[in-house]
C-alpha cells in the first residue's frame, strides 16, 4: 500500500481537528457547568433532563396558583370581618330600638344609622381585587354582584352574579376555590319573618350558564390562575338547589324533603331601616325588629362559616405550597446530579484533550519535514 504525502497531511489534519473539536466541547462545559449539552452527549440522559424541567415548571406554575388563590382568600376574608363587624352593629342599634323609652325621634335616628350600615355592607359584598374583578360574584367577576332593583317599587337589592365558585388547579389533579359567591353568603340567607311567602319549589333546573369546564386540564398541565371551571351550585348548605317562585326579594332553598324560607340580608336591612323610618305602629315596629335579629344572628353564621371555610383552604394551600416547594427541591437535585458536570473531571479530560491536541500538532509537525528532497 502506497501512502503519499498528501495523504499523510489530510490524516493529521484530521486528527488535529478532532482534538480541538474534543477541546472546546469540554472547554464549553467547564464555561456552563453542565455535562449535557445537547441531546447526543446522552439521549437517555436528555430525556430525564427534560422531565424535571417539565416538573420544575408545572409545580412552579401551582406554586403561583396557590399565592393567587391566598390573596384572594385573604381579600375575602378582610371583607367577610368587616361585614360582621358591620351586622353586629345593626344587631345592636336594633336591640337599642327595641327599647321602649326610645320615642319616634330616636328610632328614626337608628333608622337612618342602620341604612348608612346597609351602604357599607353593599360597598363590602361588591368588593373588587387587586385586578379589579368582584370577588362575590361567582364565576361571573366582571359583573357588580349586588345593587338595587330599579324594576322595584320598594328598594330591593338582587344578586347579578351566579352561584359557582371559581376554581383554580394546584397540583395535579388538585383545585381548589378561590372564593364564594355572594350568593351563599348574602342572599341565601334562612328567614323567620312570616311576611315571606314561599311556594312548592318546581322541577326548575339551575338556569345559570356554566362556566367553561376544566376537561382540557390534564395532569400535570398547569392552568391560568384566572380561567374558571365549574364546581358546581354553591348553596351553602352542600345541596343542589333548583330554582322556584317566590316573592320578589325571596328565595326558597331545597333540602332533603323540606322547605324553608331564605331572604337577602340587605333586604332584611332595608325593611328593618323602614320600620324605624317609616312611622309604623310601636308593635309592627317591635315585630319586624325580633324577625331582623334572627335573620341577622343567621347572616352573621354564614358569615362564620364562610370564614372557617376560607381558613381551612388556606391552611391546605400551606400544606399543598409546602409539598411543591419539596418536590421542586427534589427535582432541582435530580436535574443537577444528572445534568451538572463534574469540575475536577472535566477539568482533567480537557487537560488531556489538550495535550492530545499538542501531540497532533507536533506529529504533523515531524511528517511535514519527511521529503525525499531533504536527502537529494
Known amino acids: 500500500m502506497r501512502i503519499s504525502t498528501a495523504t499523510l497531511r489530510e490524516t493529521g489534519i484530521i486528527n488535529m481537528m478532532s482534538r480541538q473539536v474534543e477541546m472546546n466541547d469540554t ?16 439521549p437517555a440522559a436528555m430525556a430525564q433532563v427534560l422531565d424535571y424541567k417539565a416538573s420544575i415548571a408545572a409545580n ?3 406554586q403561583k396558583n396557590i399565592s393567587a388563590i391566598e390573596l384572594r382568600l385573604n381579600n375575602e376574608d378582610t371583607a367577610l370581618d368587616s361585614a360582621s363587624n358591620i351586622l353586629n352593629r345593626v344587631r345592636e342599634l336594633t336591640l337599642t330600638g327595641l327599647n321602649a323609652s326610645y320615642n319616634g325621634s330616636d328610632r328614626e335616628a337608628i333608622g337612618r344609622e342602620i341604612h348608612e350600615m346597609t351602604q357599607a355592607l353593599m360597598d363590602i359584598a361588591n368588593t373588587k381585587n387587586h385586578s379589579g374583578d368582584y370577588i362575590f360574584s361567582g364565576s361571573k367577576s ?26 383554580i388547579q394546584i397540583g395535579p389533579g388538585i383545585f381548589m376555590a378561590a372564593s364564594h359567591s ?4 348574602f342572599e341565601n340567607i334562612p328567614t323567620s319573618d312570616p311576611a315571606v311567602n314561599t311556594v312548592k319549589p318546581t322541577s326548575t333546573t339551575e338556569t345559570d350558564a356554566l362556566p367553561p369546564t376544566d376537561t382540557a386540564v390534564t395532569e400535570g398541565e398547569p392552568v391560568d390562575p384566572l380561567a374558571p371551571v365549574t364546581e358546581g351550585v354553591d348553596s351553602g348548605d352542600g345541596v343542589t338547589e333548583t330554582d322556584t317562585t317566590v316573592s320578589e326579594t325571596v328565595t326558597t332553598t331545597t333540602t332533603t324533603g323540606t322547605e324553608k324560607a331564605t331572604r337577602s ?13 317609616g312611622n309604623l305602629p310601636l308593635e309592627e315596629v317591635n315585630q319586624i325588629a325580633n324577625y331582623a335579629l334572627q335573620d341577622l344572628d343567621a347572616s352573621l353564621n354564614s358569615l362564620s362559616d364562610a370564614r372557617v371555610d376560607v381558613g381551612a383552604r388556606l391552611n391546605t394551600l400551606d400544606h399543598q405550597g409546602s409539598l411543591l416547594e419539596k418536590f421542586i427541591l427534589d427535582s432541582r437535585q435530580n436535574l443537577s446530579d444528572v445534568q451538572d458536570a463534574d469540575y475536577a473531571e472535566v477539568i482533567s479530560r480537557f487537560n488531556l484533550h489538550q495535550t492530545a491536541l499538542q501531540a497532533s500538532q507536533q506529529a504533523y509537525t515531524k511528517v511535514q519535514g519527511l521529503s525525499l528532497f531533504n536527502y537529494l
Open 142 to 167: 366582571d359583573t357588580k354582584p349586588f345593587d338595587f332593583d330599579s324594576s322595584s317599587t320598594v328598594p330591593t337589592v338582587v344578586y347579578q352574579g351566579d352561584r359557582y365558585q371559581t376554581r
Open 265 to 277: 340580608i340587605f333586604n332584611t336591612l332595608l325593611k328593618l331601616e323602614n320600620a324605624f323610618t
Open 60 to 62: 412552579t406554575q401551582y
Open 27 to 42: 472547554q464549553e462545559k467547564i464555561a456552563s457547568g453542565l455535562q449535557l449539552l445537547k441531546p447526543s452527549d446522552d
Open 182 to 185: 355572594g350568593f351563599s353568603i
